[in-house]
């Protein structure tokens, strides 16, 4: 049986077929968690000193650990990365979407 190979956009999000607004909103969300988490853990911290750190609850630490993306706004993640730390730096470049005229 043969398979067939689709190349990934670079959203994996986009892919799955969510509307490129949405997926670009969830890309840049979990990108975010993801560093925060690699921060976390290269510091060697326990999620109840990040939480206390970050004033937070233990479970809210594990839920981003746990990946629960719908439940972390890049507010709130932008903020967090600042508290350990982490200077948060916004890139904006051209789509390759051209734009519709209306």
């Given at each position: ?26 890309k ?8 925060l ?8 911290l ?8 970050l004033g ?5 630490i ?5 990946g ?14 600042t ?14 979407r051209?734009?519709?005229v209306?």
């Amino acid at each position: 049986m043969k398979m067939k190979l689709t190349r990934s956009s670079g959203n994996v999000f986009l892919d799955l077929g969510f509307p490129p607004e949405e997926a670009e909103h969830l890309k840049i969300r979990s990108d975010l968690m993801i560093h925060l988490c690699k921060v976390i853990k290269a510091r060697g911290l326990k999620q109840a000193e990040v939480a206390k750190m970050l004033g937070v609850t233990q479970p809210r630490i594990s839920d981003l650990f746990k990946g629960k993306i719908n439940l972390f706004s890049i507010d709130t993640l932008v903020d967090m990365l600042t508290q350990v730390g982490v200077r948060v730096k916004l890139v904006v470049t051209p789509s390759k979407r051209k734009l519709k005229v209306a």
